[in-house]
């Protein structure tokens, strides 16, 4: 009985952490969707307490590295901070063109 017990128990734990994967996974897309919103009524600074909030849930998430980058590069005025995130993206996955990461050097 021990023996099935400590398996169910591991079985609990692992679908219990799951879900919670879950959970950041919703958070993160409700956080970019609601700095993409702020973004477009040109909240920027409320836009970039969003992703970084999104960041800290998953630091290495592409778009919320690109968009975070694009926020820097278009609207703050931060090229170093731009190139800094927009090449974090590229590594982890997103797809930055060459030339914009040109243009903001």
């Not at 278009?74 to 982890?92: D, K, P």
Request: aromatic letters at 6%.
């Amino acid at each position: 009985k021990e023996v099935g017990t400590i398996h169910t128990n591991e079985r609990d734990t692992e679908r219990e952490r799951e879900r919670e994967r879950e959970r950041e996974r919703e958070t993160t897309s409700t956080l970019i969707s609601i700095a993409v919103s702020l973004s477009l009524v040109v909240q920027f600074e409320l836009a970039k307490d969003m992703y970084e909030r999104a960041l800290k849930l998953n630091p290495t998430h592409p778009k919320v590295l690109q968009q975070l980058g694009w926020l820097y590069h278009h609207y703050m005025g931060n090229q170093e901070v731009a190139i800094r995130y927009l090449t974090h993206s590229v590594e982890n996955g997103s797809f930055v063109d060459s030339h914009v990461l040109h243009h903001c050097s």
